[in-house]
């Protein structure tokens, strides 16, 4: 690969009160760290970690702060406007990335690949500014540290308008590994499970400001592919309808646990540089308004962030959750860390208990975290911490508090990330949100799918479902591309993995492993192959990837141990050499290929689950009946629920929904499509199949949202 096609690295070295800035070309000596380097956005935030990793620059000092734009954002596509921001992390001591809206990504992209920043600057109030052509300088924004974020985020806005922030707050300043970052929208998205705020403020920065428009740069953004998708490919998903009606609620509307903590009204809608589904959701917030910069203060607010600060704290509506959550936004605290270390503080510290329900004390808890003092030392250090401390069991891996989940793939991908929590948001979507078998049996090919796989209760396959969630997520994230618009393309159907290669697979990809889903697959295999190896640079215990809290579920057959098998590493969570050996080829996705042929002949004599009837049984007699359907957001809007269908019963779930159709058209197209229901329906809680038997009298909860978020 010639220099010039290699990922293009912005370096800023800060020292006392200079800086120094060199522009570079992304190499290692590593053949696998140079080979993921190559792909670009998350996957060489990775790569440039790694590589001070292995040079010892931790030790040193130097270790890096890491702001990546992928080839995707670069390009301009439609919805592939975050930046990845990527360190090694406080909390767990682990490599952690995350995402940021706003302008952050297509500034970064219009500079380089990457902007790294290493070293530390003296200068008090300390903002970075990048201009246009990748120049820097150290400005002092006097008395900016005794503001809180949205005051820092309205200053600096003032004092540069239209440039890219990311910003962190007074627990960041106070080191609190629970810190994370701001950026410049009004309100502000977060980003940084892990402590990433606390990195920056390592570096001595307040803020880093990226001054320049995109057109004032001097790497333009590139065309669009011939023969690309366009935007309007979006609007034919279904599930990224209905999540740009809800939000990150509308699985919760949708029957997953719904309950008086999702907001009834969810407010203005926010979204991504070219996306025609925006999904983020601004609230007001509670009691007096707040003013910043002539701007009223708001919320940004998903539904993992209003849970964790919810039942578990006493509250069964959303005014305390909402209340609690707009002072971590202030502080720059993780609201799901905190809220994991208020609930074991309420739960297990007997002077503590009387914190539940009680806003103004448990916001008094918050203001005394960066101080470390009273209760809020308690939960500086985050649940896991204070679970230690206090000898009861918590709901975390490495480090990171996690949640305990009924859907089996969800856990387990929780359990084997090594990027941090955050990069698990959709690992769920593969057996919870694919309404088809056959559509997610084309998915895995050629890994066959065993029987029972798409029931999200039930462990087989939950180990090859969870390495190529895995992979596709890594190489979603590398191209720069949004993770939640990719799952919903594949899962409704509208691209396949050729499709969405052909889409936003970055160059390196497309000239070393082909322009196919494969090829995407393989490039993601290979990140997480080194996401393994650098987790052991950074001391990861050998039992990591099996938590007390879920070792149960873990052990069962089709989880951790296929997992493992599928993703090439042995049982200390180490890649194979087989593993080291594929990785950056196409031979990556075949690592089970050692005990292969022994699990296709075993799953060749596995129970076929069909609902169609063995010949020796007569068949039911049909007779006339009733079938209710519920349903939330756009599909409630079209369909009115509950509906009553009436039709000869029993049949099967394809035909209720076919007879659904004809009887309101205006609602075919979030019914069935092609044959094959657009939903994920649930009778009881148990999903229901498109070819199982539905009786008189059955109801059922119709899904068209997308998992996780």
Known sequence: MDDASRPEILEIELAASRLAVRRVRW????????????????????AVVHESARGGDDDAGRAPFVIAAGEAVARGVPTAARACVAARVPLSGQYADGHVGGRMGERVAALASALVVRGRTDVPDAVLLVGGTGEARIECVEGLGALAIPDRTARLRALHPGAALLVTGPAGDAGIPLAS????????????????????????????????????????????????????????SPRLAARAAGGTFEAQRAGRGASALTPADPGERKGCRGCPTPCGFVFERGGAPAEFGGVTAALSARQGAIESLGVALGFADVAGPFALLARCDDLGLDAKEVGAALALLVE??????????????????????????????????GAARLARELGVES????????????????LLGQCVSTRGADPMRTFAFLAADVPDRARLERLLAPWP????????????????????TESFQAAVDAAGFCAFSAAALVADGVLDLDGLARWIAPDAVRATLGEDGRALLAAGASIAILQRGLALEFGAASDADRPVFAARDLDRSGMLDEYRRFRGIDAHGAPTNAARAAAGTRAVLDLHGERAALELDGER????????????????????????????????????APRTVELALPASLTEVLEAAARAHPEARDWLVRTGVPVPVVMRDRVRVGAADPVGDGDELELVVALSGG
């Open 27 to 46: 190499r290692s000596e590593d053949r696998l760290v140079d080979v993921v380097g190559r792909y670009g956005g998350a996957a060489l935030a990775l």
């Open 181 to 236: 970052l701001a950026n410049e929208i009004q309100p502000p998205s977060f980003v940084g499970r892990g402590g990433l705020g606390a990195v920056l403020a390592g570096h001595g920065l307040r803020a880093i400001v990226l001054v320049a428009a995109p057109a004032e740069t001097s790497r333009p953004i590139a065309a669009l592919r011939a023969g690309a998708p366009t935007a309007s490919v979006l609007l034919d």
């Open 348 to 381: 297990h510290v007997e002077e503590a208990r009387v914190l539940r329900g009680d806003v103004p004390a448990l916001l008094a808890v918050l203001d005394d975290v960066p101080a470390r003092a009273g209760f809020g030392a308690r939960i500086a250090e």
């Open 395 to 410: 709901a975390s891996v490495r480090g990171q508090s996690a949640r305990a989940d009924g859907d089996l793939a969800s």
């Open 449 to 468: 799918l065993p029987a029972g796989a798409e029931d999200p209760g039930n462990p087989a396959g939950k180990g090859r479902l969870v390495a190529w």
């Open 605 to 640: 004599e596995w129970p076929v689950v069909s609902n169609t009837p063995a010949r020796s049984m007569p068949e039911p007699a049909r007779m006339p009946g009733r079938v209710v359907l519920h349903a939330t957001g756009p599909l409630r809007t079209a369909l009115g």
